[in-house]
């Protein structure tokens, strides 16, 4: 019977992901880890009615991430005193979705306009980083929120301060959207040539290009940092 050799520590692969604030060759850090097994603010059953101020829900069952988000405010201050969610997603999305639970309600609640200018990039940071190809999952918390914000701001008939996000054509050829360019750079398009590939954008409307480098840059710095 042949013997079975052992494999040597040389011919190991190297890790697939290093992270970037850590040097850890795992892919999840473990303040990722903790808040992904004991996720922080999550509510799985159905709140009572008039239990919060504000219900907002993003994503579909059906494109494989979905999120309800719950807000309640003190209507004086307008400080976040609670903030609750649940959602049906992947580990990042669950565990960035703690930690921006407990980024906006910790030391008394954070102001609401405050607690707007959270970038991604900020809750990645609290988690000691997420892989690159994960940080889309990171987005899904920012949108149930700032749609949740939008319904409270309606349902105290603050109109006025409704903020929406329209998308516009970007390219006329192919009737490709900003939406669609944040979405290749979210998936880890990070120049023309990356997004390009995933969209064919700009070649046949190459006019749109300088617009097109613009959003790449915009979007990177919002994402990425």
């Known amino acids: 019977m042949a013997s079975i050799k052992p494999i040597e520590t040389n011919k190991l692969k190297k890790a697939e992901v290093v992270n970037q604030y850590t040097g850890e060759t795992w892919v999840y850090s473990e303040t990722v880890k903790d808040h992904f097994f004991h996720p922080r603010n999550l509510l799985l059953d159905n709140p ?3 239990q919060f101020d504000a219900e907002g829900m993003v994503g579909s069952p059906a494109c494989g991430d979905m999120m309800t988000m719950w807000l309640k405010i003190n209507p004086e201050s307008e400080q976040i005193t609670e903030m609750k969610w649940k959602t049906f997603g992947c580990g990042s999305a669950i565990a960035s ?5 407990v980024m906006i309600t910790e030391n008394g609640g954070m102001h609401l306009d405050e607690a707007l200018k959270i970038k991604p990039q900020d809750v990645m940071k609290r988690l000691d980083g997420l892989p690159n190809r ?5 987005v899904l918390a920012d949108k149930a929120f700032r749609k949740t914000v939008n319904e409270y ?3 105290i008939g603050r109109h006025d301060r409704v903020t929406t996000e329209g998308s516009r054509i970007v390219d006329k050829v192919l009737n490709i959207t900003d939406k669609d360019i944040e979405e290749a750079v979210l998936e880890g398009a990070k120049d023309i040539l990356e997004v390009q590939k995933k969209l064919k954008v700009g070649v046949g409307d190459p006019e749109s290009i300088p617009e097109i480098e613009q959003l790449i840059r915009f979007y990177c710095e919002k994402y990425y940092g």
């Open 48 to 50: 009572t009615e008039g």
């Open 97 to 101: 979705t703690s930690m921006f639970s």
């Open 134 to 138: 994960k940080i889309h999952c990171s």
């Open 153 to 155: 701001f309606r349902n």
